[in-house]
């Protein structure tokens, strides 16, 4: 969304004049090239001066027990957000019970401590504060958010859910009904169908593979795997804090004491195995009577922590990720019409980072857009971006940079997921700079490495002719 709202905001300041416009006599319509034009008195605008961009100090505050969290503080906003990772997600789930994760993350804010479901809800809505609870692949995190005058209310409240769940048994059944649904409403979803297929042909027996549900998994759950998911996943040792908005390190440390310090010291869970796909540059196609077929494509990647990452983020943009700016857009859709949405992004998940990509088409054209997609992406591993295509990348990402910071959610979230990604605590000042010294021979070199050909493998879920 931010994308698109930057890219419509460029199109807004295309000056009007930029295309010649037909003048009209008599009903009859005349090209003027040499016309004199008219004389107009020139507008002239006021001085605008840009308002320069503060890139946020970050402050490391630690608890007298040892609970750390990163603070950046806004005195300007009324409002205090908070985020939490916890190591260990979906993956980290035990095969019997594939979907604990998301069903503890959704009943974690459903009553806690001695309020019940509705009691619980009522509060937070009292006092405008929201607490959320989501699993990831390699994650578990958690939200909140609200206004400084009511953050002792809010940190209380958020420590019952983290520490307190209820896990009440009508509610646990309410909840897995909601996840058989969706299990269900999958089953016709061409592109929830290519996510599964692509997960168990390209993960095989590596936890990736069993992200989502099945009914027979959820139904396996108790409400003692609950508590115990709870025990053995949220500790102090597992935890990672964001804060930010309107508070200060010394109002924010007693909080953190008493939000944290009753959770485990340890936790206990399986940690998965690194993987790296093995793929080769083949077509998998599963027939399913819909007029557009799901495309996923891609294979292995470059780790988030790798010397040419920034090279490899640049290279992505400028191929796949830039929407109308980069090249199989307009390759594909553009300049032959082949596909209503194509794009590519890098998958940086912990344990086997990748280069992805997905394509929507008519069954009739999916054939021509693949074989253009396997050519451009034989084409810039071998010539790699532009000087101007790498140039773009970095107007866009480094100019994008401060819209990433619209809120204290967004911020407290970034904090959180710098830490958890090692990037060091002078990240943000460093950001731009490190776009910016990629060379393009670089960026070349990188292309090399980022885009394998030979191990690019689609999976097609549709009824594409001449496929």
């Known amino acids: 969304m931010k994308k698109l709202l930057f890219l419509f905001l460029c199109c807004l300041i295309l000056p009007f004049n930029a295309f010649s416009a037909p003048t009209v006599q008599s009903g009859i319509i005349v090209r003027k090239k040499n016309a004199q034009k008219e004389t107009k008195p020139k507008t002239v605008l006021p001085t605008v001066t840009p308002m320069p961009f503060r890139i946020p100090e970050i402050q490391r505050v630690v608890t007298d027990s040892g609970i750390e969290a990163w603070l950046i503080e806004e005195k300007s906003t009324p409002v205090i957000a908070m985020s939490l990772l916890f190591k260990g997600g979906k993956a980290s789930d035990p095969k019997r019970l594939t979907g604990l994760s998301a069903l503890a993350a959704s009943l974690m804010d459903e009553g806690a401590g001695r309020y019940k479901a509705e009691e619980f809800s009522d509060l937070l809505q009292e006092k405008a504060i929201t607490v959320s609870f989501d699993a990831q692949a390699d994650t578990l995190s958690a939200e909140l958010k609200t206004l400084?005058?009511?953050?002792?209310?809010?940190?209380?409240?958020?420590?019952?859910?983290?520490?307190?769940?209820?896990?009440?048994?009508?509610?646990?059944?309410?909840?897995?009904?909601?996840?058989?649904?969706?299990?269900?409403?999958?089953?016709?979803?061409?592109?929830?169908?290519?996510?599964?297929?692509?997960?168990?042909?390209?993960?095989?027996?590596?936890?990736?593979?069993?992200?989502?549900?099945?009914?027979?998994?959820?139904?396996?759950?108790?409400?003692?795997?609950?508590?115990?998911?709870?025990?053995?996943?949220?500790?102090?040792?597992?935890?990672?804090?964001?804060?930010?908005?309107?508070?200060?390190?010394?109002?924010?440390?007693?909080?953190?004491?008493?939000?944290?310090?009753?959770?485990?010291?340890?936790?206990?869970?399986?940690?998965?195995?690194?993987?790296?796909?093995?793929?080769?540059?083949?077509?998998?196609?599963?027939?399913?009577?819909?007029?557009?077929?799901?495309?996923?494509?891609?294979?292995?990647?470059?780790?988030?922590?790798?010397?040419?990452?920034?090279?490899?983020?640049?290279?992505?943009?400028?191929?796949?990720?830039?929407?109308?700016?980069?090249?199989?857009?307009?390759?594909?859709?553009?300049?032959?019409?082949?596909?209503?949405?194509?794009?590519?992004?890098?998958?940086?998940?912990?344990?086997?980072?990748?280069?992805?990509?997905?394509?929507?088409?008519?069954?009739?054209?999916?054939?021509?857009?693949?074989?253009?997609?396997?050519?451009?992406?034989?084409?810039?591993?071998?010539?790699?971006?532009?000087?101007?295509?790498?140039?773009?990348?970095?107007?866009?990402?480094?100019?994008?940079?401060?819209?990433?910071?619209?809120?204290?959610?967004?911020?407290?979230?970034?904090?959180?997921?710098?830490?958890y990604k090692g990037l060091g605590i002078d990240y943000l000042q460093r950001h731009n700079d490190l776009i910016n010294a990629v060379t393009l021979e670089q960026a070349k070199k990188t292309a090399a490495r980022l885009l394998l050909p030979d191990s690019l493998f689609f999976v097609v879920v549709g009824k594409p002719a001449n496929l």
Not at 158 to 177: G, H, S, V, Y
Not at 227 to 256: C, H, M, Q, T, Y
Not at 328 to 344: C, D, H, P, W
């Open 148 to 419: 400084r005058e009511n953050k002792e209310e809010a940190f209380n409240l958020f420590r019952l859910a983290l520490t307190q769940p209820r896990f009440d048994r009508k509610i646990i059944r309410r909840m897995k009904e909601q996840i058989y649904a969706g299990i269900e409403a999958r089953k016709g979803n061409p592109n929830a169908i290519a996510a599964e297929r692509w997960a168990k042909l390209v993960y095989k027996d590596h936890p990736y593979s069993r992200l989502q549900p099945t009914k027979e998994t959820v139904r396996a759950i108790t409400r003692a795997n609950l508590r115990s998911f709870v025990r053995d996943r949220f500790a102090r040792d597992n935890l990672i804090i964001g804060v930010a908005g309107n508070i200060s390190a010394e109002e924010l440390k007693p909080l953190l004491e008493k939000t944290f310090a009753s959770l485990p010291a340890r936790s206990h869970m399986k940690e998965p195995p690194a993987f790296t796909p093995e793929l080769s540059d083949r077509i998998d196609h599963l027939s399913m009577d819909v007029p557009q077929s799901a495309v996923l494509f891609g294979h292995k990647g470059i780790a988030r922590n790798d010397p040419d990452f920034y090279a490899a983020l640049l290279v992505n943009y400028s191929f796949g990720e830039g929407s109308f700016a980069a090249r199989l857009f307009n390759e594909v859709r553009e300049k032959n019409g082949l596909a209503y949405s194509i794009g590519t992004f890098l998958n940086i998940s912990r344990l086997s980072p990748m280069i992805m990509g997905s394509v929507g088409s008519d069954n009739a054209k999916l054939a021509d857009a693949i074989k253009i997609i396997q050519q451009q992406w034989r084409l810039m591993a071998e010539e790699g971006p532009t000087e101007q295509e790498l140039n773009d990348a970095k107007t866009f990402i480094t100019g994008s940079f401060p819209l990433a910071f619209s809120s204290s959610s967004d911020l407290a979230s970034i904090l959180a997921n710098i830490q």
